[in-house]
């Protein structure tokens, strides 16, 4: 019961200390021009202040600070300086748009400084595919491989009101429940810490008079912060029973949970890698641009987008929990499948209208010269 009193208390704070800041930064950045400014890539249309990840940073430095008073460890600290290095490598993009490689580095480092901690390494896949331990060079490796890209997938999906802040609820919703059953209350803090800040921020990101972005100060935060609870997921060495499955099915469960930003980011690498054009380049081929490109509005984009997250992560739960692993990496394939497949229809860009025409006479050329 105390920890319910506990929870409840940090999550009202940490909502609270949020939603009194993110005001002042607004006008603050209104103040001193710091603004994002509509461009061919932008799905808004007015200048709009974009430091809202400012509150993140501050937010998360007061729960990490009394966590290290109820939780005694040096994970604290790490991760009070790994997240640091991320914020201040998305204020100064924000500031004065760093070059792409200038910001990865900044990210390579916030990553690498994780990696001191155990509890942030995959050093086991418990069984699925046959696997087991994982040598050290390729825990560190992978692990920082999937951070990198988690935190960029968080980024990438930073494109339109409120999608980013959805997932992370949603994303930090699941992961609570987990660590919460696991006995983990350290993380399931962090989880909570997550939540009320984005449920905080989602009241000014979809207000229309006192909106604000989160920038890049923002977004590169949460992914850090949800990529290390999924490796603390991955590394934890607990008992899963109490979460009626396999610990072997468990990475199943976590793509599952993160379907939309694994989904997007693995679209858009494979479209330039297609397209022959940088990793790093903008383009307008992301999930939220083709349904935003219906006609939707941002709140509604965001709330689809999210839903299906949610229903995707729901349904992956009960299917790892009645049925074996082989089923299940099957449906989740089929699931990734029928969303590529249905976004490539649904696509209105230019690009992808040009391919259908190729793809339908192609159809029709093989269809008449069977006959």
């Known amino acids: 019961m105390e920890n319910i009193y506990y929870l409840t208390l940090l999550f009202l704070s940490i909502f609270l200390v949020t939603y009194i800041l993110i005001p002042k930064i607004r006008n603050f950045s209104l103040k001193h021009n710091l603004t994002d400014t509509p461009g061919v890539r932008s799905s808004h249309a007015k200048i709009t202040p974009s430091f809202g990840g400012v509150a993140f940073y501050i937010s998360y430095i007061i729960a990490l600070f009394f966590l290290q008073f109820f939780f005694d460890n040096q994970v604290s600290l790490t991760l009070l300086v790994a997240i640091s290095v991320l914020f201040f490598t998305g204020l100064f993009d924000d500031l004065v748009n760093l070059r792409a490689k200038v910001k990865f580095c900044g990210q390579f480092l916030g990553v690498a400084l994780l990696m001191s901690q155990s509890d942030f390494r995959i050093i086991s896949m418990h069984g699925f595919m046959g696997i087991y331990e994982i040598p050290l060079i390729v825990s560190v490796v992978g692990s920082m491989f999937f951070l990198l890209a988690l935190l960029n997938a968080f980024n990438l999906l930073d494109g339109i009101d409120g999608l980013t802040s959805i997932t992370g609820i949603i994303v930090a919703s699941f992961y609570s429940y987990m660590f919460y059953k696991l006995g983990y209350f350290y993380y399931l803090s962090i989880s909570i810490t997550t939540i009320a800040t984005l449920l905080a921020f989602l009241r000014f990101n979809f207000s229309v008079k006192r909106k604000i972005f989160m920038g890049d100060t923002g977004s590169l935060t949460i992914g850090l912060v949800l990529g290390l609870?999924?490796?603390?997921?991955?590394?934890?060495d607990a008992v899963y029973a109490s979460l009626h499955f396999e610990p072997k099915q468990l990475p199943l469960l976590l793509v599952a949970v993160l379907f939309v930003p694994i989904l997007d980011i693995c679209r858009v690498m494979i479209i330039r890698l297609l397209k022959g054009v940088s990793m790093f380049s903008a383009d307008r081929n992301h999930i939220h641009h083709i349904i935003v490109d219906y006609g939707l509005s941002h709140r509604k984009a965001s709330s689809i987008i999210g839903f299906v997250n949610f229903c995707v992560g729901l349904l992956m739960f009960f299917v790892i929990i009645n049925f074996n692993t082989l089923q299940s990496t099957l449906l989740l394939i089929c699931i990734f499948a029928s969303g590529i497949l249905l976004l490539f229809l649904m696509n209105r860009n230019k690009?992808?209208?040009?391919?259908?025409?190729?793809?339908?006479?192609s159809m029709l050329r093989m269809f008449f010269f069977t006959w």
């Open 351 to 361: 690009t992808a209208l040009r391919l259908k025409v190729k793809l339908k006479t």
């Open 229 to 236: 609870l999924t490796l603390k997921l991955m590394a934890a």
